[in-house]
Every structure is written in C-alpha cells, then in structure tokens.
C-alpha cells in the first residue's frame, strides 16, 4: 500500500505542479480564459490513461502461467525504466521547468488557433506523461502485490496530490519541493531495485533465464515474509527471504550505478528557475 501510494502522491504532485504552473501563469499574463481550456487536456490525459491501465490489466488476466509471468517480468522492465528515467529527469530539468512550461504556453497559444487545441494537446501530453508512468508502475505493482490495499494506497496518494496541488495554487501551503523530490527519488531507485530483481524471476519461472539459480542466502529462519516486517519489505523493496544469486546481482547491478549517478553532482546551470507556483 505505502509504494503505490508514494508514487501517486509524487507522480500526482508533479502532475498537480504542471497544472498550477500552466494555470498561475495564464492568470498572471491576462490569458485566464484560456484556463477552461487547459482542464479539457487534463481531463483527456487522465481518461487515456485510466483506460490503458484497465485495458491492459483486463486483457492480461486470463494468459497461461507462462505467459503471465512474462508479462509481469516485462511489465518490471518498463516500469523499472520509467522510475529511473523519472528520478533523472525530475533532476535534470527540476530548476527551469516553469521557465519550459511558461515558453511551452506562448508557443501554444501564438499558433493563432482560436479554438486552444494547440494548448489543449501541450497539457494533454504534459500530463499524460506522468500518467503513463504511474500505469506501468501500478502495473508491475499490483502484480506483486495482490489485493485490495495497493489500489487503495494509489487512489490516496493521488487523492493527497491533488489536495495538495490546489493547495500550491491557492497559495495555501509552500512546500520544500526539493527536498520533497530529492528524498522521494532516492526511495523510489531503491523500489526500483526490487521491481529489477522481480523481473529476473519473472523470467525464470517464464523459462527464459535459467543462470545462477543457486540461493543466495535464507534468511526464512529470522526474517520470514510471512511476518509483518518480512511482508513490508516485500512489498515496498522486493525483499525474498531466499533470493537466487541472479536476483541479488541483477539488484545490486542496477542499484549501485544508479545511486553513484543520483549522489553525482549535477552540472551547473544558467538557468535559477524553480518548480514553485
């Protein structure tokens, strides 16, 4: 629950921080009637992924086991490949993605198009890219961990984004974003560490990979994930009590380059914009 939950609540809050950027700077510059139109892109964005993520989740339901665990390694791929990308990208272009958006909003609305489908389509791919990320990880989340509780704790995380984002807007609240982010990146390399070991034994139960099959080490005898801490590890790194030797490689092959490059100091740049409303 807590995993899904925290990537909602930051992927929603980035979402949330586009939207009040957009909304802040067409109110700022007399643009605000173009702001009706801006919701019709949010509103598409979240309808495509919605459907996606219930298209996909329908359709893959009833594969043989081979197949589903293929699916499910492949899923982990992809979204272990989103989160990365995610946690670099939000690092790169964190000091001048208001200054993007706000050049991204005049190109739109200069195309003399009366009718703001250039603006439409800039937020709806704005917004959709942080939505498609949220539906592969859920994807690959969901399948790790079965139940009710994951599909609650996403629905309150982006509850809590959104909250949170009309906060922002109405100036009710400043949060350190980025501290908020930087934190929050570093937890989800570590998720993403888990989800890259899941995907190799995902493949080995699908009959692709059979190399270094030998336990690495069990710990079924003290930390067992059938007890509550062993179940909260599981569910928010991966944990195994009995990994292969592959997964603790393919977990530590991914890990340790990715924090080397997150602790990397970041070039320095021109620009001193901040993601603020």
């Not at 699916?71 to 964190?94: D, H, P, Y």
């Amino acid at each position: 629950m807590f995993v899904p939950f925290l990537i909602m609540l930051r992927e929603g809050l980035e979402a949330a921080l586009i939207v009040s950027l957009i909304a802040s700077y067409l109110k700022r510059t007399q643009r605000g009637r173009w702001i009706g139109v801006m919701w019709i892109g949010v509103l598409l964005a979240a309808a495509l992924c919605l459907g996606l993520g219930i298209f996909i989740n329908e359709t893959t339901g009833e594969f043989p086991q081979k197949e589903q665990e293929l699916f499910e390694g492949v899923v982990a791929v992809i979204a272990v490949v989103i989160l990365t990308w995610m946690v670099f990208w939000m690092r790169k272009v964190s000091r001048n993605v208001k200054q993007q958006l706000e050049q991204a909003v005049d190109n739109a609305l200069q195309k003399g198009n009366n009718h703001g489908w250039a603006l439409v389509m800039m937020v709806f791919f704005a917004v959709a890219r942080e939505g498609l990320e949220s539906v592969f990880f859920l994807l690959a989340a969901f399948q790790q961990d079965l139940g009710i509780w994951p599909p609650l704790g996403a629905v309150l995380g982006l509850a809590t984004a959104i909250v949170l984002g009309f906060m922002l807007y109405w100036g009710g609240i400043r949060l350190n974003l980025g501290v908020f982010f930087r934190w929050t990146s570093l937890f989800i390399l570590l998720v993403a560490a888990g989800l890259a070991a899941g995907a190799i034994r995902a493949f080995h139960e699908a009959g692709l990979w059979n190399a270094f099959q030998d336990v690495a080490f069990d710990f079924s005898g003290t930390l067992t994930t059938h007890s509550l801490f062993g179940t909260l590890l599981e569910g928010i790194f991966g944990y195994q009590e009995a990994p292969s030797v592959s997964e603790v490689a393919v977990y530590f092959l991914y890990l340790i380059p990715a924090l080397v490059l997150f602790f990397w100091p970041p070039r320095p740049t021109t620009s001193t914009s901040r993601i603020t409303p």
